[in-house]
């Protein structure tokens, strides 16, 4: 839902919500192989490799000499391997390097973008990989996953955040749950930068004005100084308009 992001805030909360829900797939993955990455995947949010290792490792082969046949079980024994060995990798190892290059090829070559969620992450490239779930919409598993490996990385933290409430805004039509998560986040600018994309002038202007008086001495530590005089000329070309609309019925 769109209340997501308040993992940001409260850390505990979706992830509680996400391992639930892993819970659940885990406990039907047996029957139904089709729910394994899926599972691995919010396994990998929630920080257990262990038990992402462990259900990549159930994966079976199949006893058939087709080509292809067991391209599954490849996949999740080359995932398992990486998971497996990413306390022991360094940022800058072999590792590291072959991990990303099959990502990257994974992605661009077979449109298989979550395979490098198990690999990336194995690498610590945890930006790369929220970036990739919210762009498989699994917003869940990008709240839960920024919360507990971006939580102190706020210039990463903040893109993170920002990404998620345009979703919320321009995909969900909820305009003002967006802003309350960028005002949340201390993301000032960017709520007024919002409304503006939005054409929402006037809303944009009271938004700053209220910035500015709840900055007291120092306003330009809510909002910048060059963000106020564009929302203000914005403001007086709308107000503009809006008379001269009326003074022409």
Known sequence: ????????????????????????????????????????????????????????????????????????????????????????????????????VIAINASTGLGDSLISIPLLYATGKYPEVVETLQSNDMWLCAAALAASRLKDRPSELNTALLAFAEHVAFRRGAVWAAVGMLIGGSMYDQAVQLLTDLNMTAEAYGLAVTLLDAGGDRPEALLAPQRFSGVVASYKKYVSALAAQQLSL
């Not at 919500?17 to 993955?29: G, M, Q």
């Not at 691995?40 to 290792?53: G, P, Q």
Request: overall charge negative; hydrophobic content about 45%; charged content about 20%.
């Open 1 to 100: 839902g769109d209340t997501g992001w308040s993992t940001i805030q409260d850390p505990g909360a979706h992830i509680k919500a996400l391992a639930e829900l892993s819970k659940w797939h885990a406990n039907t993955v047996l029957e139904q192989r089709d729910i394994v990455e899926k599972a691995v995947i919010e396994l990998i949010c929630l920080d257990d490799v262990n038990a992402a290792v462990s259900l990549l490792l159930t994966s079976p082969p199949e006893a058939t000499q087709t080509p292809g046949s067991n391209a599954a079980f490849y996949r999740d024994a080359l995932c398992a391997l990486g998971l497996a060995y990413s306390t022991l990798t360094e940022e800058n190892s072999l590792f590291a390097q072959a991990a990303r």
